[in-house]
């Protein structure tokens, strides 16, 4: 028996995917024959999401937010994900929102770099991510530090995320251009680089980078799925 968990999906449902898919391997391996997670799911219009963005409505999305995590708490989750970072920006709403516990996608990437010893990160992801303090700060939290691409990278990074990654476009010139970022950070010292957009994954491999990729949705799913099995405590 699993615990059930509420996913916050849709953003974009390309990852989605691969939450449920990690969330229900992991607890097939621990469990064995036919176990299966107990999910929940409110998969949201990206369309919406992506417009408040745009617009910097970020009340109205944390309101919707909120209202979705309501959703999934009555119909029995007993413990929320956000299935994406950028939005872990209105994170602060959703836990208002709820009593129950909301899994941080921060607190996952952290255990993950506490548990191989590192301590400097190169954060990758949506501008939001790299150029405000919400992710930095959640990581800091844990004694780690973020380093982030220069401005122009960081404007190509959105770029790749939003014009291709979340429509399910995957372009080899995207990869090289990713790549390349990814020698700079090491070169700033990141010991890890944190790809802190559940897309990212789709684009890169381990072979891309001189230093060790940190898969934000792989990450976060591990530890849903730990908290589900009993074998992690929710923050």
Known sequence: ???????LGGMSWHSTVD????LNEAVARELGGHHSADLLLASVDFGTIRAMQVAGDWDGAGRLLADAARRLEGAGAEAVLIATNLMHKVAPAVEAAVDVPLLH????????ATRDGLGTLGVVGTRWVMEESFYADRLARH?????????EARHRIDEVIFSELTLGVVREESRAAYAAVFAELAEQGAEAIVLACTEIQLLVGPEDSPVPLIDSMAAHAAYAADVALG???AR
């Open 1 to 7: 028996m699993t615990i059930p968990l509420g996913i």
């Open 143 to 151: 004694g780690l530090r973020c380093v982030v691409p220069p401005a």
């Open 19 to 22: 939450y449920y898919t990690h």
């Open 231 to 233: 074998a992690a405590v």
């Open 105 to 112: 996608i921060g607190d996952a990437v952290a255990r993950v």
